[in-house]
């Protein structure tokens, strides 16, 4: 692990921190080290200085670093076929949606669509919801209806394209591209009361709205903190959905494939209340570290709204990405690290709390994403502390810190995680 002789960057490091930085556009600030390769939940950059990955990607490399299952599929795959256009199919890729709608619990009927990260996902979902709008009563603006609307929450995050973003609500990253994407509106999350105001806007004489055609959240607000919803307001939502015939969109880029618990976070009754999306979207840990994304359109109904060339992706579904996700699921299956996510995260938030460290207020979270709500606002300089001292952590939020690690994270792992977190001097300066 990194210790406090060589807490400081290396030559080998700074050496390509410099030339980083001469050909990357800035969109990421300077990275924090340069890493070389990694092995289960540790990794060591290319100075030798070795890591405790408590961020996993931000949660993508769901199995860790270099699983030897994963790295076979791969290797095996790219042997046979990396890549085919969509005018043609790959084993792997049918065998994948099928699993992934087996998992996700969806009904006869259901499809998937394939691509490459969650912001693709989710700008699937946004046009889909769009199609069905247009089928919604009201809604035909060329006979004097009114253009159907999607509803997105405060504190929501679904994605950097211009159609994610549209839908994502932290305005530093939204204003400068405006104007979005129309017709995506934004209610307090948490609050049923906005949301009820809000779909109560439909058709009142001249200045009413279109109809809602779909609803589009996280169960968790991730980038917001680590903040789940509610059950109780996600059962208010889906039943307002029910009575205005709009569709629930549930984004479950960070918190799916297992990472809560439960393979999605939908699944977990404290979370959901028990209720059932329309649609669900997909990413970072589905394919263990490989770029993968798509979405779940529940029933055939909604499926079929998607015809030829109305969506597509030149690398969708390739069979390099399905045969990762592939191993990736089967390694999570074998090894039963749906439930290893829910030991383990309990025993990380337990015993963050077990500490005594005064910084720390308060841990939440559902199986292995969590955040630790800090005394001050001081996350970045935690981070920057714990870095130095051979944990990666996140700076979800001034004053919290997310933990993302992977889902074959161990016992040990965890209680050297926390040794380092207890250390940690609550005195550093705000951010």
Request: proline share 6%; glycine share 12%; net charge negative.
């Given at each position: 692990m990194v210790t406090e002789q060589t807490e400081k960057l290396g030559s080998e490091d700074s050496k390509w921190l410099g030339e980083y930085s001469q050909v990357h556009m800035n969109v990421f600030g300077t990275p924090l080290r340069v890493l070389d390769h990694g092995q289960g939940a540790h990794v060591w950059d290319v100075d030798g200085n070795e890591y405790l990955d408590f961020l996993a990607g931000i949660a993508v490399n769901s199995i860790g670093y270099a699983h030897p299952k994963w790295v076979k599929a791969v290797s095996e795959q790219a042997a046979k076929v990396a890549h085919t256009s969509n005018y043609?199919?790959?084993?792997?890729q049918i065998k994948l949606a099928a699993k992934l709608v087996e998992l996700a619990g969806a009904p006869e009927g259901s499809h998937v669509y394939f691509g490459n990260s969650g912001a693709e996902g989710n700008e699937a979902a946004i046009k889909l919801a769009k199609l069905y709008g247009r089928t919604l009563p009201g809604a035909t603006p060329s006979i004097g209806g009114k253009p159907a609307r999607i509803i997105a929450l405060t504190h929501g995050f679904h994605g950097r394209?211009?159609?994610?973003?549209?839908?994502?609500?932290?305005?530093?990253?939204?204003?400068?591209f405006e104007p979005l994407v129309p017709g995506i509106e934004f209610v307090e999350a948490g609050n049923p009361m906005a949301l009820y105001e809000a779909f109560a806007q439909t058709g009142q004489g001249h200045y009413g709205k279109g109809p809602v055609a779909a609803v589009i959240m996280e169960l968790i607000q991730g980038e917001a903190g680590v903040r789940p919803l509610g059950a109780d307001?996600?059962?208010?939502?889906?039943?307002?959905?029910?009575?205005?015939?709009?569709l629930l969109i549930i984004d479950?880029?960070?918190?799916?494939?297992?990472?809560?618990?439960?393979?999605?976070?939908?699944?977990?009754?404290?979370?959901?209340?028990?209720?059932?999306?329309?649609?669900?979207?997909?990413?970072?840990?589905?394919?263990?570290?490989?770029?993968m994304g798509g979405m779940i359109a529940f029933g055939s109904k909604l499926s079929a709204l998607f015809t030829p060339g109305s969506h597509g992706s030149t690398f969708a579904g390739n069979p390099l990405g399905a045969a990762a996700s592939l191993?990736?699921?089967?390694?999570?299956?074998?090894?039963?690290?749906?439930?290893?996510?829910?030991?383990?995260?309990?025993?990380l938030r337990d015993g963050i709390m077990a500490t005594g460290n005064p910084l720390f207020e308060s841990a939440r979270g559902r199986g292995l994403l969590d955040a630790v709500q800090l005394s001050h606002p001081c996350a970045h300089a935690v981070m920057n502390w714990a870095l130095e001292h051979?944990?990666?952590?996140?700076?979800?939020?001034?004053?919290?810190?997310?933990?993302?690690?992977?889902?074959?994270?161990?016992?040990?792992?965890?209680?050297?995680?926390?040794?380092?977190?207890?250390?940690?001097?609550?005195?550093?300066p705000n951010d």
């Amino acid at each position: 692990m990194v210790t406090e002789q060589t807490e400081k960057l290396g030559s080998e490091d700074s050496k390509w921190l410099g030339e980083y930085s001469q050909v990357h556009m800035n969109v990421f600030g300077t990275p924090l080290r340069v890493l070389d390769h990694g092995q289960g939940a540790h990794v060591w950059d290319v100075d030798g200085n070795e890591y405790l990955d408590f961020l996993a990607g931000i949660a993508v490399n769901s199995i860790g670093y270099a699983h030897p299952k994963w790295v076979k599929a791969v290797s095996e795959q790219a042997a046979k076929v990396a890549h085919t256009s969509n005018y043609f199919a790959t084993e792997p890729q049918i065998k994948l949606a099928a699993k992934l709608v087996e998992l996700a619990g969806a009904p006869e009927g259901s499809h998937v669509y394939f691509g490459n990260s969650g912001a693709e996902g989710n700008e699937a979902a946004i046009k889909l919801a769009k199609l069905y709008g247009r089928t919604l009563p009201g809604a035909t603006p060329s006979i004097g209806g009114k253009p159907a609307r999607i509803i997105a929450l405060t504190h929501g995050f679904h994605g950097r394209t211009l159609g994610a973003l549209s839908a994502t609500w932290k305005p530093s990253i939204r204003t400068p591209f405006e104007p979005l994407v129309p017709g995506i509106e934004f209610v307090e999350a948490g609050n049923p009361m906005a949301l009820y105001e809000a779909f109560a806007q439909t058709g009142q004489g001249h200045y009413g709205k279109g109809p809602v055609a779909a609803v589009i959240m996280e169960l968790i607000q991730g980038e917001a903190g680590v903040r789940p919803l509610g059950a109780d307001y996600v059962k208010k939502v889906r039943q307002m959905c029910d009575i205005n015939h709009a569709l629930l969109i549930i984004d479950e880029v960070q918190t799916g494939m297992g990472r809560t618990g439960k393979w999605f976070a939908f699944q977990r009754e404290d979370l959901s209340g028990g209720v059932t999306p329309d649609m669900v979207t997909f990413a970072k840990g589905v394919a263990g570290g490989f770029p993968m994304g798509g979405m779940i359109a529940f029933g055939s109904k909604l499926s079929a709204l998607f015809t030829p060339g109305s969506h597509g992706s030149t690398f969708a579904g390739n069979p390099l990405g399905a045969a990762a996700s592939l191993a990736t699921i089967g390694v999570i299956e074998d090894e039963n690290l749906v439930a290893n996510a829910e030991a383990r995260g309990q025993q990380l938030r337990d015993g963050i709390m077990a500490t005594g460290n005064p910084l720390f207020e308060s841990a939440r979270g559902r199986g292995l994403l969590d955040a630790v709500q800090l005394s001050h606002p001081c996350a970045h300089a935690v981070m920057n502390w714990a870095l130095e001292h051979g944990l990666i952590v996140n700076a979800v939020a001034p004053d919290a810190l997310r933990f993302a690690p992977p889902l074959n994270v161990t016992a040990q792992d965890v209680d050297q995680a926390l040794a380092i977190l207890a250390r940690i001097p609550d005195d550093l300066p705000n951010d």
